[in-house]
T-cell receptor, first 111, second 116 residues
Framework: KQEVTQIPAALSVPEGENLVLNCSFT??????LQWFRQDPGKGLTSLLL?????REQTSGRLNASLDKSSGRSTLYIAASQPGDSATYLC??????????FGTGTRLTVIP | GAVVSQHPSWVICKSGTSVKIECRSL??????MFWYRQFPKQSLMLMAT?????????EQGVEKDKFLINHASLTLSTLTVTSAHPEDSSFYIC????????????FGPGTRLTVL
């Protein structure tokens, strides 16, 4: 069964700093990988979707990479802002169309 | 992206009662809907997968008689928590997948269930 792990579990950075969140998965046979943001008590906001054939996707200050063969993805956030504070989840899509979620990284950006 | 709604956004009920949560895809036809549960400070755990017009497929450890799922149309799925207990208190999130949405699932805003 697919297992998705995110490191670190929590991260605090000063405003303006660039940061990297890591996601690893055990089964490289995936259709896509998605990064989400979740604010406390709220649902999921999709940030970036990387198809299995792609290496990276960018949206504004966010850049996500995918190395399917090694089972890794990173989410790079440039020039972090206090509004970026949230929990970031990565999820990989398997053959049955269901998503396997990682454990999440709680990010705090300190003003 | 496509929009998925959930209703209610939060509900408080007494132990032993049943609660129904609705999940709707507003601007696309969802051939498959997924129900997830999230406990505080934990990640999402898939409970069941439902395809329109057929019985839901439940994940191991999820009681199908307790969590009744109906996917009667291409835009609506319901999750009914029967005889709710305090340990059922959780955040329930649905997502929808449709052929027109590429390979992406679209998530609802979630329903906070509190069982007293």
């Amino acid at each position: 069964k697919q297992e998705v792990t995110q490191i670190p579990a929590a991260l605090s950075v000063p405003e303006g700093e660039n940061l990297v969140l890591n996601c690893s998965f055990t089964d490289s046979a995936i259709y896509n990988l998605q990064w989400f943001r979740q604010d406390p008590g709220k649902g999921l906001t999709s940030l970036l979707l990387i198809q299995s054939s792609q290496r990276e996707q960018t949206s504004g200050r966010l850049n996500a990479s995918l190395d399917k063969s090694s089972g890794r993805s990173t989410l790079y956030i440039a020039a972090s802002q206090p509004g970026d504070s949230a929990t970031y989840l990565c999820a990989v899509k398997g053959g049955a169309n269901n998503l396997f979620f990682g454990t999440g990284t709680r990010l705090t950006v300190i003003p | 992206g496509a929009v998925v709604s959930q209703h209610p956004s939060w509900v408080i009920c007494k132990s032993g009662t049943s609660v129904k949560i609705e999940c709707r895809s507003l601007d696309f036809q969802a051939t498959t809907m997924f129900w997830y549960r999230q406990f505080p400070k934990q990640s999402l755990m898939l409970m069941a997968t439902s395809n329109e017009g057929s019985k839901a497929t439940y994940e191991q450890g999820v009681e199908k008689d307790k969590f009744l799922i109906n996917h009667a149309s291409l835009t609506l799925s319901t999750l009914t928590v029967t005889s709710a207990h305090p340990e059922d208190s959780s955040f329930y999130i649905c997502s929808a997948f449709g052929l027109a949405g590429g390979n992406e699932q679209f998530f609802g805003p979630g329903t906070r269930l509190t069982v007293l």
